[in-house]
């Protein structure tokens, strides 16, 4: 994700970190390469040109920016959808671990109040290192990448065994959490009324998952987005058939500029349709899992936490 301050008027243009330029760069290359022949072809061979209106590419052209708009608009609320729900992970990890705490005492539920220790100590170090095991599973999940060395910190020797043989490592992890907290309900650490509030924060956590992996497993139409493609294709390739005759040596850089229109928002879109990579688009997936990580690292009262995650060249990944 990109994080950088907005530039000025002046340095807007110069910009190239974090723009879609360097992506889209060939199709407006060959867009201008189109305007140059057919302004070459006019000027020398006029009869081999083609001789068009500008009226069918305004046409076609508002048309071609209303279905890029609702398209780019769907792609937005996809990826503004997928933040919301890393926000509320943040709020359940933080919510679990501290209700853990509250809740998982020595001492009988309803007694004086006490600093837990022993067995207590046990569960809200368990319950927390899940928590933050389970964010860096989510992200690698959602990335189709390996989350073994990521993890590991975060789990006992037994769970790394058992985790080998585990498909859905996030699903797995839910349910240590869950057995946590059945194992302390049987020891009677926490009351029955709080072991439910614990469960509820775990549910939401499944929740979460279960709305990326929607988003992540539920791309756009591939029909829409074919459609779209093709005709920002045929219209930027042609545009100069309808533009040599009134604009002449302009040609290749007007359609250079509204290839860069076009081919920038389509580009944009299709970026913002899956937020869960690692493009400099992307959600900082990594930066809010190392949020959790030290946010839970430090209700456990760890002398030495993990720095944040900074943006390198103003890409935070």
């Given at each position: 994700?990109?994080?950088?301050?907005?530039?000025?008027?002046?340095?807007?243009?110069?910009v190239?970190?974090?723009?879609?330029?360097?992506?889209?760069?060939?199709?407006?290359?060959?867009?201008?390469?189109?305007?140059?022949?057919?302004?070459?072809?006019?000027?020398?061979?006029?009869?081999?040109?083609?001789?068009?209106?500008?009226?069918?590419?305004?046409?076609?052209g508002?048309?071609?920016?209303?279905?890029?708009?609702?398209?780019?608009?769907?792609?937005?609320?996809?990826w503004?959808?997928?933040?919301?729900?890393?926000?509320?992970?943040?709020?359940?990890?933080?919510?679990?671990?501290?209700?853990?705490?509250?809740?998982?005492?020595?001492?009988?539920?309803?007694?004086?109040?006490?600093?837990?220790?022993?067995?207590?100590?046990?569960?809200h170090?368990?319950?927390?290192?899940?928590?933050?095991?389970?964010?860096?599973?989510?992200?690698?999940?959602?990335?189709?990448?390996?989350?073994?060395?990521?993890?590991?910190?975060?789990?006992?020797?037994?769970?790394?065994?058992?985790?080998?043989?585990?498909?859905?490592?996030p699903?797995?992890?839910?349910?240590?959490?869950?057995?946590?907290?059945?194992?302390?309900?049987?020891?009677?650490?926490?009351?029955?009324?709080?072991?439910?509030?614990?469960?509820?924060?775990?549910?939401?956590?499944?929740?979460?998952?279960?709305?990326?992996?929607?988003?992540?497993?539920?791309?756009?139409?591939?029909?829409?987005?074919?459609?779209l493609?093709?005709?920002?294709?045929?219209?930027?390739?042609?545009?100069?058939?309808?533009?040599?005759?009134?604009?002449?040596?302009l040609?290749?850089?007007?359609t250079?500029?509204?290839?860069?229109?076009?081919?920038?928002?389509?580009?944009?879109?299709?970026?913002?349709?899956?937020?869960?990579?690692?493009?400099?688009?992307?959600?900082?997936?990594?930066?809010?899992?190392?949020?959790?990580?030290?946010?839970?690292?430090?209700?456990?009262?760890?002398?030495?936490?993990?720095?944040?995650?900074?943006?390198?060249?103003?890409?935070?990944?």
């Open positions: 994700m990109i994080v950088r301050d907005k530039p000025n008027a002046f340095m807007l243009f110069f190239v970190q974090g723009s879609v330029v360097p992506v889209i760069a060939p199709q407006i290359l060959i867009s201008a390469f189109v305007a140059i022949i057919v302004h070459l072809g006019y000027l020398y061979l006029p009869s081999f040109i083609p001789d068009f209106t500008v009226t069918p590419f305004v046409l076609l508002v048309t071609l920016s209303i279905f890029l708009g609702f398209r780019n608009r769907a792609s937005y609320e996809r503004w959808e997928a933040r919301k729900q890393w926000g509320q992970l943040i709020i359940d990890t933080r919510s679990i671990a501290r209700q853990a705490q509250t809740y998982i005492v020595d001492a009988p539920t309803g007694t004086t109040s006490q600093l837990s220790s022993g067995k207590a100590n046990k569960y170090r368990r319950i927390a290192l899940l928590a933050v095991a389970f964010s860096h599973a989510l992200r690698h999940h959602l990335r189709d990448t390996d989350s073994t060395d990521d993890i590991a910190p975060f789990l006992t020797e037994l769970d790394k065994i058992t985790i080998k043989t585990v498909q859905h490592i699903n797995f992890i839910l349910n240590l959490l869950g057995a946590e907290i059945r194992t302390a309900l049987q020891n009677n650490l926490i009351g029955e009324i709080s072991a439910r509030n614990l469960e509820e924060r775990i549910t939401a956590m499944a929740s979460v998952l279960a709305a990326c992996e929607r988003i992540h497993n539920t791309p756009l139409p591939f029909a829409y987005s074919l459609l493609h093709r005709t920002a294709y045929i219209y930027c390739f042609t545009l100069p058939f309808g533009l040599v005759a009134s604009l002449g040596v040609t290749p850089f007007v250079a500029v509204i290839a860069y229109t076009f081919f920038g928002l389509d580009a944009l879109g299709e970026e913002l349709e899956g937020p869960f990579g690692t493009s400099p688009h992307d959600l900082a997936l990594s930066s809010m899992s190392k949020t959790i990580e030290i946010n839970l690292l430090e209700t456990l009262s760890e002398p030495h936490l993990p720095a944040p995650l900074l943006p390198k060249k103003y890409n935070l990944s």
